[in-house]
């Protein structure tokens, strides 16, 4: 399995933009794909955005298309979450999840790897 930690949370106003960062541990991080997930106070953990371990695939939860961007750089082990356009509504703790083999998985019980989270929060 790969250890995985997230950076780049923190606050910003509408309209603004984060990037989020996932960095992995492990010489195997080229076949895991990776999703985002995010959880909102009083809410269920959701799906937000994957790559498929090959990098050649990717696919967004509907209210997050056109405003982010995954994607991955297997020679720094990590993944990245571009987030423009940002709204009040994309409030969460955002997590990334490693799935071996995976491709465009949405599902989070098939991820076998998750990192702490990174707090994002979007003021009106």
């Known amino acids: 399995q790969v250890q995985l930690g997230e950076s780049g949370g923190g606050l910003v106003q509408a309209g603004g933009s984060l990037r989020l960062s996932c960095a992995a541990s492990g010489r195997t991080f080229s076949r895991y794909g990776v999703g985002w997930f995010r959880q909102a106070p009083g809410k269920e953990r959701e799906f937000v955005a994957v790559?498929?371990?090959?990098?050649?695939?990717?696919d967004y939860e509907d209210s997050v298309k056109g405003r982010f961007t995954i994607s991955r750089d297997n020679a720094k082990t990590t993944v990245y979450l571009q987030m423009n356009s940002l709204k009040p509504e994309d409030t969460a703790v955002y997590y990334c999840a490693a799935d071996l083999w995976g491709r465009n998985q949405v599902l989070s019980d098939e991820y076998e790897s998750w990192g702490r989270g990174t707090q994002v929060t979007v003021s009106s």
């Open positions: 790559i498929s371990w090959s990098g050649d695939s990717t």
